[in-house]
Structure formats: C-alpha cells, structure tokens
C-alpha cells in the first residue's frame, strides 16, 4: 500500500507545462534531498508501520518506525518538512509536542526548507505555531450551519468550523441555473434545519474552541472590478459540553446537515477529519439530511407578518399594517405562544418566530419604556445598553409570548417570558434598562413593575445612575401643589384601612382572575351619586348656554377630564391613558380609564370635556387591587 506520513509534510513535485505542451515534474526546494534522507534510513529495511487514519479519496495516514526513530521526526528535525498538526491529531498529544518542538529546532537553526527567502516569514511563526490556541466561551449567535459567534473575555469571536462545507439557506435564481433550482431549494431546506440544529445545541452553551488552520486572505483578479477581497479566514474545532465532550462538526455531519470538505493531499485540515469522514459515510447510508430522497425535505412556508411594516412606500406600509391588524385574533386565541427571538432591534423590540402558527411577527414589550435613540447623547448611550443587554438575553433564544394588542405601526404588544418562565420586562426594569411605562392602567403586571423601578432607583442601575430621589420628591410636592384637582386620590379610604379590617365593597371592573377595580361602601362613596347628577347638570347647562370653548381644549396623557360613556351616554370623571393622533384632532382617538369605576374604553374627541375644579373635588372612588 502506499502511505503518507501523519505529522508531516516534505518538499514534492509539481506538474508544469512548457511552451511545447509539454508536461514535466519539477521537484520543489529539497525535494531530492528529502526523498534521498527517507530513502537512506527506510528503503529496503525493516520498518514498523502504524496506520493512523484515512481522508476522503482513501489515502491512508500513517507513522514510522525505523531502529528506535519516527522517520516524520526526523525529516522535522533535520528542517526537511514542516509540522502538520491535523495528522499528527491521532498519534496523541506527547507525540504531537515533540514533533512540534522538532520543527521548531530546525527553523531556529535555518536549516534546509527554513533557509530559504519564501519561508523567512516563517522562521518566527508558522501556521504550525497557531494551531491549538484555545477560546473558550459562550456561543451568542448562529451564523449559518458552518459559523457562528462566540463571546469570551469581553470580545466577539467569528468561529468557523473546520473541513465542512455549510449548506446554503440563500437562493439566488438569477445565478441557479434553471435544472438545478430544485435541487437549491432542497438544501436551502436542509440548511434552515441545520441552523436549527446548532441553535438548539450550542445558543447560551459555553464550548471550546481549538485552531486548526488559518486560510489568507487575498485580493481580487484585476480583471474583476465589483469582487470584494478576501480575508484571512480561521478555522476551528469545536467541542460542548463539560463531562463527554461532542465534535459539533461531527454532530452535523453525522445527521446530514452538512459535508465534508475534500482537501488536497498537502491542505491543513480538522484535528478529526476521520471522523468527519465517517461521520459523512454515517449520514449517506442511512438517507439522513441532504442525503436523503429530495421529496423527503422538510417544507419550510412562514408567514412573514413583519413583511413591509419598515418599508419607506407608504402603500406597502399600509397593507402590512391592515395585514398585522387582521391576524391579531389569531393571537389572541391563545394565551400563550412558544416562540424564538429572530432578531432584536432594540431593547424592548424584538422579531419572533412562532412555530405552531408558522408565522414571523415584530412585538414590543408592553408596560414598559426603553431610552430611545437619536433623543440626547445620553439617551443614546442607554439605548445601545439596553439593545446589548437584549442581545445577550434574546437573541436567538426560546420564550414564550402573550400578544395582548398591536400599535398603529403593526408591532404587536404584549409580555415575553424567558429562561424559567420568568418576565423579561420585569428584568429589563429591575437592571435599570428600562422605566415603567405612563400609558398602562389595567395590566395586571403593573405593581411589580413599580416596585422593580423603584429598587432600581434606589441601587442607581442603569438610566438611573444620577436619580436624585430628593428632586423628584420635591418636583412632585410641586405638581400636587399646582394641580390638585389631578391627583388621584386613591388613598382616601384605602389608606386609613388597618391590617385584618372588614370593610363592605363592590367589585367594578374585573382585569384578570385576582386582579380588579373597586369601590370602598360608604364613607366619600355615597357622594358619587351626587357627583354624577352634578356631572350630567354640568355638561347640559354647557349645552344649552352654548359656553364651552373646545378650540384651545387639548387633552393630554394623564389629564383628568370628562368622558361620556358609550354606553350611557352619561358623563363621568376619567384619566386619559393613551392618544390615538390623526391628521386633525377632531378625529383623535382617546383611550381613557373610568376613575371611578376602573373600566375603560376609545372615545372620540367630541366625548371629551376639560374637567371643573369642582367636579374633581371627591377623591376617584375606584381602587386598584389583588386578591392575598
């Protein structure tokens, strides 16, 4: 059999043409004399010969023994090749080190192949000299089935897996021919599945990383304007997990959802290529991935609802909305949705994948408020902060969503659970990342919210590094002094309840199983009759002494104000919550809660009226509250 030796390469030949046609062979610097040294020590002798392994094309690897020496150290030593670190992977660590340390001999001496200009660069470092760094991190991000990122001591890392070509998710028609479309998209199915693949098994896992060789980069041909360079391109093995140890290259060839380079004799390859070997020839007898039956590829039909929705035509943009709009009922079917961070685009916005309804939807958490870029230098800074800390959180990773309601743009808006159920809107106030949002009242998550922002207050994270508790107290006392009749009086009788009292109550809004509004029997509450009835003489006496100017009336977010009940038609105190703008304010929308009941609806500019001082005098009658 005709073997090459593991650990190392020797000058050869190569096939030159000459202007005749001509082909010959011409022997590489000491190619003669390294043959002649191999030659000298193990031709016609009794040698010992230990198969190491096979690459694709079937050549064997092997080491020898002549007389108590390794002919591959040898040829090291005495400067007649060079150290191969992926075929020397076999024969163990010791042996690799000392055959390492043999190069690394002959390059200081300059002997033979070290003396020569070309390998100058060489004599101080080598590829030989790279292979086997280490990183050792936490993977952030899949790339595509053959890439992806890893963060280890504060930096990002580019990891390439070694000696497997990455199938292709991208499609391009235009430069497919047209027999081979098909065959595209059934490894752009394979790829989407691969992907899936090194997701599942490697988002948040920490992995080791080992070099094995590094590809140059190089210029483009000068005849080829529009190609981009090339760069140096590092190429790894990867291991996870911390008792047994997988490949997970080997892994993703072994279930078809990649293949194995074919290298060339010489070429720098995995400290495992074997395996890959096998692992490919694995896959291929058993149909799996790309090897199987194209008509056993997974269909892969997403609907995209964030299709358009950031798209500057106005036309288009209006369609996605309309669409986004139509499809919330099948949301809102469900409490509950599995689902998978595609992409984050801010720290409270994010692209989600839902499986079970094959769809792709934008959602932006609800009840809170993250710092907004393009606001002030230091908005922009806690912007990208909270976007960073989303990333790490996020990105890429499983939760599950409640989709609650959808804005004007089609973001849809509700809570994200993460990790151990535990909610990430929640976690992004208690860092300091984020502030409770003003345009919530009925939300059944607003009370820990609160509290989250206020801890985060007092241990000064994030955004609220200068908080300044005295100055807001302050402004505060300030605001109720200037507008009394605003305050939400809450506390009336609420706040003179004593631990264990019975108190009479009725419940007026219902939110969720142990969350509600009420009203405290007796007391302030009995006045609400004659409240009422004045509310109604009010807006009559307005009526028909034709006294009220709405020209310079503009309602705000947490204004007191009058609203007349679509149902009733009756007037009666409310906050409002949220506006709905339009192109003239006489057809602005309002959402406002009821402060004397807690229930709440959309009324119309015209439902609206300025609150009087005197109709604001009674403390608001409902009061938030939870089941113990």
Known sequence: IIVTLSGAQAPGQRREVNEGGQATFVGEPFYKEAKAFAEQNVLN???????????????????????????????????FATFVPWSATPRGADVSARMRDAEKSAKEKHLRIWSLKQNADKVNGSSSDITGKEIKGEVTEIINTGAFTVSA?????????????ALSHII??????????????????????????????????????LLDYVRPGFAPKSGAPDAKPLPERSFWTVYVGDKEKTNIAVALVDQGLATVVQHRGDEDRSREYELLVLAENNAKSKNRGIFAPAQKAP??????????????????????????????????????????????????????????????????????????????????????????FTRRNLHQRDVTISVENIDKGGNFLGTLQYGDKKDYGLTLIENGHARVSNNVERFPLLRSYQEAEQLAKTEKKGLWKNYDESKEKAATE??????????????????????????DLIVTEVLAGNHMYIQIVGGESEKLEALSRDLQLAAQEEDEKNTLVLESFNPRNG???????????????????????????????????????????????????????????LPHQAHEAYLA
């Open 45 to 79: 002798r009794e040698v010992s010969v230990t198969l190491e392994g096979v690459d694709k094309q079937g050549n064997f690897f092997a080491s020898i023994q002549y007389a108590g020496r390794d002919v591959a150290e040898e040829l090291l030593k005495q400067g």
């Open 153 to 165: 001591g504060g930096q990002d890392f580019k990891i390439t897996l070694s000696s497997i070509k």
């Open 172 to 209: 391009d028609e235009s430069k497919v021919d047209r027999n081979d479309v098909d065959a595209a998209k059934v490894e752009r199915a394979w790829a989407l599945e691969g992907k899936e693949f090194l997701r599942k098994r490697l988002i948040g896992q920490h992995v080791t990383c």
């Open 299 to 388: 269909v892969h039909h997403i609907n995209d609802i964030t299709l358009d929705l950031d798209s500057d035509q106005k036309g288009q943009r209006a369609t996605a909305i309309t669409r986004a709009k139509n499809f919330l009922p099948f949301l809102q079917r469900s409490r509950e949705h599995k689902g998978i961070v595609e992409h984050v685009f801010s720290g409270g916005r994010v692209k989600i994948f839902i499986p079970k309804e094959n769809c792709m939807i934008f959602l932006s958490l609800l009840g809170v408020r993250v710092p907004k870029r393009n606001e002030s230098a230091e908005s922009d800074v806690y912007s990208n902060e909270a976007l960073q």
């Open 478 to 503: 300030e605001t109720a002094e200037e507008e009394p009749q605003a305050s939400d009086s809450s506390e009336g009788k609420k706040g003179k309840l004593a631990q264990g009292e019975y108190v």
């Open 559 to 617: 204004d007191i104000v009058r609203a007349k009940f679509s149902e009733d038609g009756n007037w009666y105190r409310a906050k409002i919550v949220e506006i709905q703008r339009s192109d003239n304010k006489q057809n602005y929308k309002y959402r406002v809660v009821y402060v004397d009941y807690g229930n709440s609806e959309v009324v119309p500019f015209s439902s609206l009226r300025p609150m009087l001082p005197k109709l604001n005098a």
